[in-house]
């Protein structure tokens, strides 16, 4: 106890004896993205996804073995999945996806028999994202799996 109250002082005498008072010191104080952190957060812009409508993309190639394909339209008209109606399955779904010219849902999906979605696979967003063209947050140099061993 007698040493942690010790360096709690220590700690303290040190700051104040830099010159700085604690506001100047918090007024020096920036956030990761750049600004004081006593501002208001500003609000970012607006991104679009890259898609607009649905059937007018090509598929996004995946970056990595087992990544799940990524949505490549807009999903912002489209009403929330609930237990009633999935409209990513008017497009996807296992009676459609021909007519529709779309992506077929996934095997892994379906129930034993493959005639139904499995409700454990029903929420298409938990791993289905749409994209937005906008500039990396930090720097990141990952490198995806090449495209031959993707496809496997």
Do not use: W
């Not at 957060?41 to 995946?62: A, F, H, L, M």
């Amino acid at each position: 106890m007698k040493r942690s109250v010790t360096i709690v002082l220590a700690a303290a005498l040190a700051a104040c004896s830099s010159g700085a008072t604690v506001p100047q010191q918090l007024a020096a104080t920036q956030t990761l993205r750049g600004a004081d952190a006593a501002t208001v957060d500003q609000v970012p812009n607006k991104k679009e996804y890259v898609g607009k409508r649905p059937g007018r993309q090509k598929p996004i190639p995946r970056t990595f073995t087992g990544q799940p394909p990524l949505i490549p339209h807009a999903t912002t008209n489209f009403d929330e999945i609930s237990l009633e109606e999935n409209q990513c399955l008017t497009c996807h779904g296992l009676d459609v996806y021909k007519k529709k010219k779309s992506p077929k849902i996934g095997d892994a999906h379906l129930l034993p028999g493959g005639v139904a979605v499995s409700m454990e696979r029903y929420l298409c967003t938990t791993c289905h994202v749409p994209q937005v063209d906008a500039r990396p947050l930090v720097e990141n140099v990952f490198v995806g799996t090449p495209q031959q061993r993707r496809d496997q």
